[in-house]
């Protein structure tokens, strides 16, 4: 329902007082019968309906959005989304990772540029239609051809360096790779792929060079078994695929440690760092992750597809450590909807409180992409992108946010607001 108030001769850049039976700023308690106050694309206040609708003397529109909560948009923190153009063509569940990579291989190889900027705008297209209004995004270099630069909704990318072999970052991404990453002013990092497929150099060099730039760094953790194998004794499948790939060093020496402790000896972890999927962690590794401050980004469906672990979401969060969601690829997952993967985990992981589920898939990301200042909850000085979640009954406290999730998930929602710009 949409009611006007006051004069409307104003331009579009007019007060309007969003009103709905239940705000959830994230950041504080929901509101019941509360209001959200934009002006143009920002948000001025947030509140109880009855106390903002009287102090308005400018030009006002109401729009009521009846039995609804009010919420900031989803925030996404790990996506691929130059492999959408592999959605549907691997199998899932898979066997294990192996089975999986030499799939995403061998799509890969017979795929064109074309394939990776159709499958590119397809998975932003997802993004935008699932309520994600930020996402941050992995890429080999397809965010870099001209066809993609033009985001929507807004990113945070990473360029990811791979190189087992390779000791300059300088060789490994381009001279020109960095150079035009350095272009694009803070909206395209550097992330390195994981420890078992990039060398210690390589990752300290990418770490420092978003440490510079005050950058989000991100890497795949403790993803898979063959990943612990490798750095504990250096066998299994991980060397193999080195040797396969002609990547292999044969005088480098197993650091005998879990991935945590390895990043941690080689200076990695801190607030900015965004460790992601750590199915396969020590409770040395949760505390250190905790004491460093660093995000951990969990995939739980795509862990579930490619039958690598189910990460211990309950203990990280218990332990204390930064937690964000994230949907991974079209290659291991079958949507890029965050309302989704936030009901999976409601559904896998009962020891969780929706509240805590709700606040990773929105605060939890901004806070990892770094993008906390204009997204994740709703609050004064915010971007005005949030979203409206119709109810069919009118829920209680205790229920609102897994019905948020639940309803989200049959997508009974809408945009308010749409981001603006990256």
């Not at 609050?379 to 639940?406: D, M, N, R």
């Amino acid at each position: 329902m949409r009611i006007l108030v006051g004069d409307v001769r104003e331009s579009a850049r007019s007060l309007v007082v969003h009103r709905a039976a239940w705000v959830v700023p994230v950041s504080r308690p929901p509101i019941d019968d509360g209001a959200v106050v934009t002006n143009g694309d920002a948000i001025v206040e947030v509140g109880k309906y009855r106390d903002l609708k009287s102090s308005k003397t400018a030009a006002v529109e109401l729009i009521d959005h009846g039995i609804a909560a009010l919420m900031p948009c989803l925030v996404n923190a790990h996506t691929h989304l130059e492999l959408s153009f592999m959605q549907g063509k691997i199998p899932l569940p898979q066997a294990g990772f192996s089975a999986w990579l030499d799939e995403v291989f061998s799509h890969r190889a017979s795929s064109s540029r074309r394939d990776e900027v159709t499958g590119f705008s397809q998975g932003q297209r997802q993004l935008l239609g699932s309520g994600t209004g930020l996402y941050g995004d992995i890429t080999n270099g397809a965010c870099l051809f001209p066809e993609c630069e033009d985001a929507f909704p807004v990113r945070q990318t990473f360029l990811e360096v791979l190189g087992f072999d390779q000791l300059d970052l300088r060789f490994a991404v381009g001279s020109s790779g960095l150079g035009a990453v350095g272009s694009h002013a803070g909206k395209i990092g550097i992330a390195a792929h994981a420890c078992y497929s990039t060398s210690a150099a390589l990752i300290q060099q990418a770490k420092g060079w978003c440490r510079d730039r005050n950058l989000p760094f991100s890497i795949h953790v403790a993803e898979h078994p063959a990943e612990i194998e490798f750095l504990q004794n250096g066998s299994g499948y991980c060397r193999a695929l080195l040797e396969s790939l002609g990547k292999w060093i044969p005088d480098w020496t197993p650091p005998g440690k879990t991935p945590v402790a390895y990043l941690d000896a080689l200076g990695i972890l801190d607030a900015e760092t965004i460790l992601v999927h750590a199915v396969h962690m020590q409770d040395s590794d949760w505390h250190t992750v905790r004491q460093r401050n660093c995000s951990v980004c969990f995939c739980p469906r795509s862990n579930q597809n490619l039958n690598v672990g189910r990460p211990a979401m309950e203990k990280g969060m218990h332990l204390g450590a930064r937690t964000c969601l994230g949907t991974d690829s079209l290659a291991s997952n079958e949507d890029l909807n965050l309302f989704a993967e936030a009901y999976h985990v409601l559904n896998h992981y009962p020891d969780l409180s929706p509240e805590a589920v709700l606040f990773m898939a929105t605060m939890g990301g901004a806070k990892a992409l770094q993008r906390d200042d204009r997204f994740g909850t709703l609050e004064c000085g915010k971007q005005a992108a949030f979203l409206s979640v119709s109810f069919t009954h009118l829920p209680s406290l205790s229920q609102l946010s897994e019905e948020i999730i639940s309803r989200g998930n049959q997508g009974e929602w809408k945009w308010v607001y749409y981001p603006q710009s990256n």
